[in-house]
């Protein structure tokens, strides 16, 4: 993943009109947002201002981090931690299966 400048990674602040009208912020407690349709790879989004250039494509509904998300830390989505990170994850980069643990065995 390329970013474009420096992600800076840090606590998500930013309002969401500060993002790309192609990703939904469900609430301003989330860390993740939320593809409202498919986003190609190579595509450049704005990502709580953030200008990023995304490897794979993200699917319509899958969740991208607002911003960086270090191991262990809460994924939140509408305002509720949803599981946790099994690696660090960089803005703008896909938040799924492959690097998140649902709590209680459930998936996030």
Same mark, same amino acid.
């Given at each position: 993943?390329?970013?474009?400048?420096?992600?800076?990674?840090?606590?998500?602040?930013?309002?969401?009109?500060?993002?790309?009208?192609?990703?939904?912020?469900?609430?301003?407690?989330?860390?993740?947002?939320? #593809? *409202?349709?498919?986003?190609?790879?190579? =595509?450049? /989004? %704005?990502?709580? +201002? !953030?200008?990023?250039?995304? &490897?794979?494509?993200?699917?319509?509904?899958?969740?991208? #981090? *607002?911003?960086?998300?270090?191991?262990? =830390?809460? /994924? %939140?989505?509408? +305002? !509720?931690?949803?599981?946790? &990170?099994?690696?660090?994850?960089?803005?703008?980069?896909?938040?799924?299966?492959?690097?998140?643990?649902?709590?209680?065995?459930?998936?996030?």
């Amino acid at each position: 993943m390329r970013f474009v400048p420096n992600d800076g990674g840090g606590r998500a602040n930013a309002k969401p009109e500060q993002s790309d009208s192609r990703l939904l912020l469900l609430s301003s407690a989330d860390n993740v947002l939320v #593809a *409202r349709g498919k986003v190609a790879a190579g =595509e450049t /989004i %704005v990502v709580d +201002g !953030v200008a990023v250039t995304l &490897a794979i494509t993200i699917s319509l509904g899958h969740k991208i #981090a *607002r911003c960086g998300i270090g191991l262990d =830390e809460r /994924i %939140v989505k509408y +305002g !509720v931690p949803i599981g946790s &990170a099994t690696a660090h994850i960089a803005r703008g980069e896909h938040v799924h299966v492959h690097n998140v643990r649902g709590f209680a065995g459930q998936p996030a």
